[in-house]
Each structure stands twice: as C-alpha cells, then as structure tokens.
C-alpha cells in the first residue's frame, strides 16, 4: 500500500505540473531563484544583459525610423537628413539607433571575450558558443547594412570595398554579390537590398537566435560557473526580483548613456553619396578598420575573406577539436585554458592593434 | 551602493538627462521652410539666414530660393552638412562655378540674339582671360614670338575680333623666374583671382565682383544674422545683393590702385590718399574731364566693353569703343539715337533692373556706334539730351558739339584730344 500510496503521490504531482501553466520564457530566463556567484557583476560585466537591452532599443528606434526613412536614391540620404533635423526628436531617435548599435558591437565583442577567458564556451554550453559566433557575424553586419543605409558620402568607400569584396569570393561571390548589390554595380537597387537585408535578412533572424540564445543558457545550466565541490555548503542564492532589479539598474544606466550621446554626439551625417566622386581617403566604419588594414596587405580575397573566416571558423571549432574538457568552465583565466586565453588575447590586441593603426592613420 | 539606493539614483539621472533634452529640443530654433516656384523643393536655409537681403528684383527669394543657385543641403540644419555641397563657397558667381549656378537657358548662358549669354561673353571677356596682359608681358621677356594671344587663366575657345576661331590655352606655370614674378605678383586682378586683403583692394571673384558690391573695409553690413559685421573680409560683400547700379570704387577695386614695375616684376599700390572723388577716382598721373569725375564708369562703359562682347579679343583697347562723341556728337553730326518700340527692347530690360533710371516704351536713346543702347541716356522732346546717373539717379544735361564753338578736328575723336581743353584742374 505504501508503495502504491507514493506512486499515486508521485502520479497527482506530475499531473498537477502538467495541468498548471507552462512558465513563460521571462520565468524561463528568470528562476525563482539563482546562485549569486553566477550573477555577480564582476563575474560577467553583464555584458550579454546588455546586449540584449541594447538590441531591444535598436528594435524600437529602427520600428520608429521606418516611419520615415525611403531605400531609394534621392530619398535615402534626403529622408534621414528630414528624419534628424525636422521630425520633432527625430534626430534623438536617430542618435539612439546609432550609439545603440555600436555599444551592441563593443558589448557582443567584449562579451566574446568574457567568454573566452572564463571558459564559458565548454562543454555543455558549445552549442550555444555557436550559435553566439553566428549572432556575433550577424549584429557585425547589421552594424555594416545600418551604416550604409546612410547612403552619404562617409559611407562610400566602405560600401564600394565591402561589395566588391563579396566579389572576389570563389564561386559563390558573384551571387552574393548580386544579393546585396541587385546589379551590376551599387545603385538603386542597391539600396532596397540593404534595407531588406538589414531588416527581415538580418535584424528579424537575430532576434530569432538571440531568443535562442538565451534559451540555451539555461537549458544549459545557467551561466557558466565552477562546478561545485563535495562537502562545500551551499552557495548563496539570488531572488528572481534581485535579479530583475539588477537588470533594471543596469538598463536605466544604460539608457542614460544612450540618451546623453544621441544628444550630446550625434551621429555623423554627410551629403548623399555619389560613387561617380568618392572621397579622396578610403574611410571603413571603425569596427572594420582592422578589416581594411589587412587588405593593405596584399590579396582582398585573402586579407579580406579568407583571414576573417578563419578566424571566425577557428573560433568555431575551438570548444570541438582543440579544448575539448569542461575542466576551468566558468572561471576567469582558470590554468586549463591558457591556449584559448593566449588566443582571446592575441586576437583582441591584434584587432585592436589594426584598428588604432587604421584610425591613426 | 545597495541596489535600493542605486536604482532610484539610477532613475533620477536617466530623469535629469531626458529633461536636459527635453529643454534643448524645446528651446531648439523652428525649423523656416522656403519653397521656391522654381524649384518646388522646400529648403530650410532660412532657419539661420532668416533676415539675409533679397539678392536682387530679378531673382526674387521667393521664386528661386537658395539651393538653385548656391547649391548646399536643402534639408540640413547643419552648419557643415548644409554648406558641404556649396557650389563655390558663399559666391556661386565664381567663373569656376558659374556655368553650373548661374547658366541654363533660360538664365544667364542663353543665346547671343537674346542678350542672355552672359556667362560666355564673360568668359571670353579680357577680364576673365588677362589674354592682353599675360602677351605683352610673355612677348616682353622673349617668353613668345609675337603679341598674339596664346594663354589665358583658363582654356577657352571662341573668335577673334576678325571673326577667326581662337582658342586661349590655361596658362601653365611659369619657368623663366621674372614670369614666375610676374604670375605671383601681377596676376591679381582678373575675375577669377581673389583680391588683395587690404582696403580697397576687396571684392569678390566672378559676375559678383562687379554686381556685389564691397566696401573698402570688407566688412558686411547686412541683416544676416550669420555673417559677423564689422568683421573685415578679403571677399566679402557688403550686403547679399546683386547690382547693375555700379559706382565708380567698385571699379577702382581692380583698376587705379597703382602701377606694375616690370622691372622688379612688382605692383606698386599708389600711395596718395585722397579724400575726394576728383583725386580717388582716377590715378594722380591721369587726366580727365568733369563728366568722367561726376559720372560712374557704368555711365559711359558699355555692358559688351565691360563683360565682354563673346569675342577674344586681345587687350582692353580693342574691346572698348565708346568715345566722347558717342553722346556729345560731333562738329557734324548728332549723336545716334533710336526709339524703343519693342517692349522686349534690351534698353527697357536693362533699365527695370536699375530702377534709378526712368525709361519707357516710346522714349528715345542714345546707341553706340555698334548699336547698343546707352538706356540712361535720352533725347528728351525739346531735342536736348539728358544722362541719368545709373548709380544715384541725378541727371545731368549733355552739352553737344554740333552748334557749339568747339574747335575738334573730324578725325580727331579720342579722350586725349578731349581732354587738351576739357581737362579738369587736379
């Protein structure tokens, strides 16, 4: 009898559970409660949270940039121009959208390197290194697409380098660049591809995969911390209202950031392009410049293509081939992952190292 | 900080950077929207040129606006990015720019017949191309074999006065070091140089360093309240305004300010500094009579001897043609006269754009030998010939040769023989 009593105690539990809501993805992404270790400030810089509420403001300001902007010749560069000097806060919307993406680039960037040096990518959580790598490419060239929807003369050059560089790719270039170009050289059509690439080819599949992202974070554990050892009490925990507070602080900080920039810096903004007179000084968007010092170096399908992708495909196959123990996961500069340490390091001070150059130059 | 703390200071700061904001989009100018007629496309320039001078009745604001003529953004409120596709700085007149601001057809490089190519006559003219001057000069110091015009300070294309094609070449830099000298020092007044940075040297380049006028400090003295007043400028316009009503030290900007020594390959700004308009007007060493003191050069120098006639000609002695008996007449004949019948006539035109001279259909002029109309000077009914100044609209009555004692010979027509017995006192 006992043993059926606890079956049947078993059985009403499991079908009270399935009878009661499923928790939404805020509770997924919020339990109850957490251990604080994993939500120390120092652990993590919040630097995926901010990501994400960086990417949110982005999705508002560009919904409200809509409302004005036209992918076409005369209109592109007119339109932005009536958007941030004539619509009332316009050009604060603006201001937003464009500090929002850069901050996005800087955190997602910094937030790799975090990754990298506490081990965060390990196993359980490759998969989700992964898909983070695709969303760093992909906000890389939401950033790139956002930059050349000014259609100023600033961004002429860059667009002209970054499009013929899809060029010289083997076989599959002069299809790419059809893609994003829609003709023989950049023009009209040039300008719908961008927009619908930076909105349903990029902005919409990010979303998605950040949705995913984060999903993953917890399917996996949390975020990534030392395993616990036998015989060690248990760790401190965080509420779930901690925890949204922190998120909150974090985000009031932020938005006071953004807004003091969009006002107090505007983004720049030039006459419309005109590729048939480009500028006198080839100029990238500053998180490429390291792109366009390698190109000096010889070969653009090389410096331009090839390295880049390696890196990006080294990186991808790292937590597989090279470290493949979860030994150090989740601690900062652990001793079992000096090789991606002396990586992360080195790949950051060269990057950063091109870029001063470039910038400097 | 707890987080108690935090988040509300948080809040606050967030709060404090949304209403600093909010003030500065408050107190923000209003953006002033101008659609021109010609162009049908609103322009914002206004919002801080609000109070700038019409540039002139013929190019009302309200037709052509800004950006037709000046280029630049019409949408930005961006000091940079509105003026970063100005076409020739504040003077879309520069002859660098001119064809593209200025011309068209029904603007200002219309045809000849309609006395509407204006840019090409200036270009052509000796003003713009210094052809006679860089000549002499270049035949002078053995730099070429002859007097023929072979260089001017742009490549330009055209006829000669003998009605043969001719074609200026863009002066190339000089080698010899006296040409060197002489394109350094000497090359100062054509209307494509900028002027000299010092008083009365100061004007503008192009069609606007005639039509603008600048005073001998450079200062401006509009309502614009962008441009600085008081503030000395080495091409500045005193006001935003184009003129036909031009005074005699507009001229003077270029011409009677001092001498070249070809020996020392220098100009020597004239040092006397007179306080009257008998001695500023004309050099010390030069004579003239009273009505080239109390008129302005506009009122005898004929647009084609000032703009030029489409011609290349080779210096300034072969464009200019009018002479004393073009309004005086001579021992045997009256001046030439005709009477404007057309209402299109290019007399009536020109003086509706200077409206200090009264002129209508019907009324009676005096025509150069070429047949251009002197439009401020009429043969009024009683048969007397009366000349308004183009500049302050006083008249003045022409006194004539035929019946009057002078003792002129019929081949004998130039100022100088004029000046023998007309000659003022200096």
């Given at each position: ?37 994993e939500?120390r400030f120092r652990h993590t810089f919040g630097l995926g949270g901010i990501a994400l509420?960086v ?46 993406a850069q901050l996005l680039v800087a955190t997602v960037g910094l937030h790799l390197l975090r990754v990298m040096l506490t081990g965060a990518y390990k196993l359980p959580r490759r998969f989700n290194w992964l898909l983070g790598l695709g969303l760093l490419v992909g906000v890389l060239l939401l950033d790139f697409?956002?930059y ?10 860059a667009?002209?380098v970054g499009?013929?560089l899809l060029?010289t790719i083997p ?35 990010v979303?998605?995969v950040i949705?995913?992202h984060?999903?993953r974070v917890?399917?996996d554990?949390?975020i990534a911390h030392p ?55 080839p100029t990238a968007p500053w998180f490429f410049i390291w792109v366009q010092e390698l190109l000096r170096l010889g070969e653009p399908v090389v410096w331009g293509v090839l390295v880049p992708a390696g890196i990006l495909a080294v990186l991808a196959l790292w937590p597989y081939i090279v470290d493949r123990r979860p030994d150090g996961a989740g601690q900062w500069f652990s001793r079992h992952g000096r090789a991606t340490q002396w990586l992360a390091l080195g790949l950051a001070a060269i990057l950063v190292g091109l870029t001063l150059r470039g910038a400097l130059r | ?426």
């Amino acid at each position: 009898m006992v043993t059926n009593n606890t079956t049947e105690l078993v059985q009403i539990s499991h079908n009270e559970a399935c009878m009661s809501p499923r928790p939404s993805f805020f509770s997924h992404l919020h339990p109850p409660t957490l251990p604080a270790r994993e939500a120390r400030f120092r652990h993590t810089f919040g630097l995926g949270g901010i990501a994400l509420f960086v990417f949110l403001v982005l999705c508002l300001t560009g919904a409200l940039e809509l409302f004005y902007y036209e992918p076409s010749l005369t209109g592109a560069n007119a339109s932005l121009q009536t958007l941030t000097f004539l619509v009332p806060l316009g050009g604060l919307v603006r201001g937003l959208h464009y500090w929002a993406a850069q901050l996005l680039v800087a955190t997602v960037g910094l937030h790799l390197l975090r990754v990298m040096l506490t081990g965060a990518y390990k196993l359980p959580r490759r998969f989700n290194w992964l898909l983070g790598l695709g969303l760093l490419v992909g906000v890389l060239l939401l950033d790139f697409t956002g930059y050349a929807l000014r259609w100023d003369t600033h961004i002429s050059w860059a667009l002209l380098v970054g499009t013929n560089l899809l060029k010289t790719i083997p076989v599959v270039g002069p299809v790419l660049y059809g893609m994003v170009v829609g003709g023989p050289e950049l023009g009209a059509s040039s300008l719908i591809r961008l927009y619908a690439w930076h909105i349903f080819g990029l902005a919409v599949p990010v979303f998605i995969v950040i949705a995913w992202h984060l999903f993953r974070v917890r399917r996996d554990g949390g975020i990534a911390h030392p395993s616990a050892t036998a015989g060690e009490p248990a760790p401190a925990r965080l509420t779930r209202a901690e925890l949204v507070q922190r998120e909150g602080l974090a985000a009031l900080v932020v938005s006071a950031g953004l807004v003091l920039l969009a006002a107090a810096a505007p983004p720049a903004l030039g006459p419309a392009a005109d590729f048939a007179a480009l500028p006198v000084r080839p100029t990238a968007p500053w998180f490429f410049i390291w792109v366009q010092e390698l190109l000096r170096l010889g070969e653009p399908v090389v410096w331009g293509v090839l390295v880049p992708a390696g890196i990006l495909a080294v990186l991808a196959l790292w937590p597989y081939i090279v470290d493949r123990r979860p030994d150090g996961a989740g601690q900062w500069f652990s001793r079992h992952g000096r090789a991606t340490q002396w990586l992360a390091l080195g790949l950051a001070a060269i990057l950063v190292g091109l870029t001063l150059r470039g910038a400097l130059r | 900080m707890k987080l108690r703390l935090a988040l509300p200071a948080a809040a606050v700061v967030l709060a404090l950077v949304l209403g600093w904001v909010a003030w500065r989009t408050v107190t923000a100018p209003r953006p002033v929207a101008l659609t021109p007629s010609l162009t049908g496309q609103t322009e914002y320039c206004l919002t801080c040129h609000q109070g700038i001078e019409q540039i002139s009745a013929a190019h009302p604001t309200s037709v052509f606006g800004c950006v037709r003529c000046h280029g630049g953004e019409p949408l930005a409120l961006d000091k940079t990015l509105a003026h970063s596709t100005l076409r020739g700085g504040a003077n879309p007149s520069d002859l660098a720019v001119v064809q593209q601001n200025c011309g068209g057809a029904a603007c200002h490089s219309g045809t000849a017949a309609d006395q509407n190519d204006h840019i090409a006559r200036v270009m052509t003219s000796v003003q713009a191309t210094y052809a006679g001057a860089i000549a002499n000069v270049y035949y002078a110091f053995g730099a070429q074999p002859d007097l023929a015009t072979r260089f001017g300070i742009f490549a330009v294309a055209g006829v000669d006065p003998a009605g043969q094609p001719h074609a200026l070449a863009a002066l190339p830099p000089a080698i010899q070091p006296v040409l060197q000298k002489f394109q350094i020092n000497c090359l100062t007044c054509h209307l494509s140089a900028p002027a000299k940075n010092s008083a009365g040297f100061r004007r503008l380049t192009g069609c606007a360093g005639c039509h603008s006028l600048s005073n001998a400090a450079g200062t401006y003295t509009g309502t614009d309240p962008t441009l600085a007043r008081n503030q000395p400028g080495q091409t500045q316009a005193q006001t935003h305004t184009l003129t036909t009503a031009i005074p005699y030290n507009q001229c003077n900007a270029c011409h009677n300010r001092g001498n070249y020594d070809l020996r020392t390959m220098t100009f020597n700004v004239r040092t006397d500094q007179p306080t009257d308009r008998l001695h500023d007007y004309y050099q010390p060493i030069a004579q003239c009579t009273k009505c080239e003191v109390e008129l302005d050069c506009v009122d005898c120098h004929t647009a084609d001897e000032a703009m030029g006639d489409g011609t290349l000609h080779p210096n300034e002695a072969s464009i200019q043609y009018v002479e004393c008996r073009t309004c005086h007449g001579t021992l045997t004949q009256p001046p030439q006269t005709k009477t404007i019948t057309d209402p299109n006539d290019i007399a009536l035109r020109r003086a509706a754009l200077n409206t200090t001279v009264p002129l209508k259909l019907g009324d009676t002029i005096v025509v150069t030998s070429k047949g251009e109309p002197l439009w401020s000077v009429q043969r009024l009914p009683d048969g007397s010939y009366r000349q308004v100044s183009k500049v302050t609209g006083a008249t003045y009555t022409i006194p004539q040769v035929l019946g009057s004692k002078c003792l002129q010979k019929p081949d004998e027509q130039a100022s100088s023989y004029c000046h023998a017995c007309h000659a003022v006192q200096r």
